[in-house]
């Protein structure tokens, strides 16, 4: 699974890098297979309930799930979340990020920033002993703390040799409660905040899920294992 998590990092990585005005999602699809398959993993996303392409590319006010397209071309000031996922024999990594397109207004900046907090809130407390709830408190504190709207339809997940298993790891609720966390257990933790009431819907392509309301949409997903020695980041280039 580290590797798995190591190889789905290093496409998310160059990913970001080839992120600009003027590039199209297509491209950056492109860029992440390349780096899955040179790597001998395969696409997590492609094929996975039929979902067309190797990475959900969510533009602005898209949440999860945006479709990768030539003719979707990224312009000054949008920010973009990139999900992405490899399967390396038979385990899958699966890591997220949002990153700024040029300059970007000071809000969408705090959006990222504060999206970026509650996931390491969350990872923080990936510890043997807790519960499943601290995880889930810690990532919604930081999300109301910034008056941020927490998507509540979608959730982390456990992984393993499938890409989403038990159990759902919403990103809001009382600490004290749920699994209790052990040794072995890995999971993808994934904030999902929004620049609004964290109220979403599916758009008119069956896929891409964006906010009702227009607000900016921040995404950022690790792939974490619970060990003797504390939470284990595997989704690091």
């Given at each position: 699974?580290?590797?798995?998590?190591?190889?789905s990092?290093?496409?998310?990585?160059?990913v970001?890098?080839?992120?600009?005005?003027?590039?199209?999602?297509?491209?950056?699809?492109?860029?992440?297979?390349?780096?899955?398959?040179?790597a001998g993993?395969t696409?997590?996303?492609?094929?996975?309930?039929g979902f067309p392409a190797t990475?959900?590319?969510?533009?602005?006010?898209?949440?999860?799930?945006?479709?990768?397209?030539?003719?979707?071309?990224?312009?000054e000031?949008?920010?973009?979340?990139?999900?992405?996922?490899?399967?390396?024999?038979?385990?899958?990594?699966?890591?997220?990020?949002?990153?700024?397109v040029g300059?970007?207004?000071?809000q969408?900046?705090?959006l990222?920033?504060?999206?970026r907090?509650?996931?390491y809130?969350?990872?923080?407390?990936?510890?043997?002993g807790?519960?499943?709830?601290?995880?889930?408190?810690?990532i919604?504190?930081?999300?109301?703390?910034?008056?941020l709207?927490?998507?509540?339809?979608y959730?982390g997940?456990?992984?393993?040799?499938?890409?989403?298993?038990?159990?759902?790891i919403?990103?809001?609720g009382?600490?004290?409660?749920?699994?209790?966390l052990?040794?072995?257990?890995?999971?993808?933790?994934?904030?999902?905040?929004?620049?609004?009431n964290g109220?979403?819907?599916?758009?008119?392509?069956?896929w891409?899920?964006?906010?009702r309301d227009?607000?900016?949409?921040?995404h950022?997903?690790?792939?974490?294992?619970?060990t003797?020695e504390?939470?284990?980041i595997l989704?690091?280039?």
């Open positions: 699974m580290r590797e798995a998590g190591r190889i990092a290093q496409a998310l990585t160059e970001g890098r080839a992120v600009a005005p003027g590039v199209s999602t297509a491209k950056l699809n492109a860029v992440a297979e390349e780096v899955i398959r040179q993993a696409p997590a996303f492609l094929g996975y309930q990475i959900c590319a969510s533009i602005n006010d898209e949440l999860v799930h945006g479709l990768p397209s030539e003719d979707r071309l990224l312009q000031g949008d920010i973009i979340s990139i999900d992405v996922g490899a399967i390396h024999e038979g385990y899958v990594g699966d890591t997220a990020d949002t990153f700024a300059t970007i207004d000071p969408s900046q705090r990222i920033d504060t999206t907090e509650g996931l809130a969350g990872i923080e407390q990936c510890v043997a807790k519960r499943l709830g601290d995880v889930s408190a810690a919604g504190a930081i999300a109301e703390r910034e008056k709207g927490i998507v509540r339809e959730t997940h456990g992984i393993g040799t499938r890409m989403h298993e038990d159990p759902s919403p990103n809001w009382p600490k004290g409660r749920g699994v209790r052990k040794n072995g257990m890995v999971f993808a933790i994934e904030p999902m905040f929004t620049l609004g109220r979403v819907e599916k758009l008119g392509d069956g891409t899920v964006a906010s227009g607000g900016r949409c921040g950022i997903e690790h792939t974490v294992a619970i003797g504390g939470p284990q989704t690091i280039p």
